[in-house]
Structure formats: structure tokens, C-alpha cells
Nanobody, 123 residues
């Protein structure tokens, strides 16, 4: 079992930055691939970025790869999402997720989820 707790969300003006954190605990959490998804009101949950167990491989949604950076610190058992040049359309609840083995872009492939953190970008 892996527990995930997100933090770092909030209200920011367009063009600003936020860094989200996802603290993982539980058995072998450092060996899991981690990912960030987001869900805006009335929309489906969408993949944002993923990182494999040692940080050697990352994957991004095309619309976010130039502005967002995913990273992880396995000593702290924490994954991060650095978000720059934020836009109002980035407003959503951001979720951290974990799964063994490879990064996947479909939410159904992830075994464990955090409770989500709200990001609101004002224009």
C-alpha cells in the first residue's frame, strides 16, 4: 500500500509559478513511477507529467512540456511538479498518482492516488 499526499496548490495570477509536492509513504514507494494528473470542472482527468522510479525517464503532455517540470527526490520520497507561466486554463485539481513499472498516460493504470490539491490561476 502507498499513501500519497499533495500540497502546494493555491491561487496565482496568470504568468506566475507554483510548485506542487507529493509526499509518498508506504512499502517500496520509491520504486514506483509517479505522475501528475489534473481535472477541471466538467472535464475528464488528464495526464500532465510522469517520472519513472529513478528520475531517468519523464513524459509530459504536449501542451505542458514547455512550462511544467516533474522531478522526484527518493530520499525524501517526494515528487514535485514545477509549473511556470501559468494560464487560467491550468485551473484544476491536481492529483498525484503512483504505479509500479513504467509511466503510463491513462489514469486507470495507476494504483494509488492522492486527495488532490486545487490550483487556481486568475487572469
Amino acid at each position: 500500500q502507498v499513501q500519497l499526499v499533495e500540497s502546494g496548490g493555491g491561487l496565482v495570477q496568470a504568468g506566475g509559478s507554483l510548485r506542487l509536492s507529493c509526499a509518498a509513504s508506504g512499502r517500496s514507494s520509491s520504486s514506483y513511477s509517479m505522475a501528475w494528473f489534473r481535472q477541471a470542472p466538467g472535464k475528464e482527468r488528464e495526464f500532465v507529467a510522469g517520472i519513472n522510479w529513478n528520475g531517468g525517464s519523464t513524459n509530459y503532455a504536449d501542451s505542458m512540456k514547455d512550462r511544467f517540470t516533474i522531478s522526484r527526490d527518493n530520499v525524501k520520497n517526494t515528487a514535485y511538479l514545477q509549473m511556470n507561466s501559468l494560464k487560467p486554463e491550468d485551473t484544476a485539481v491536481y492529483y498525484c498518482a503512483a504505479r509500479p513499472f513504467h509511466i503510463m498516460v491513462v489514469s486507470g493504470a495507476y494504483y494509488y492516488w492522492g486527495q488532490g490539491t486545487q490550483v487556481t490561476v486568475s487572469s
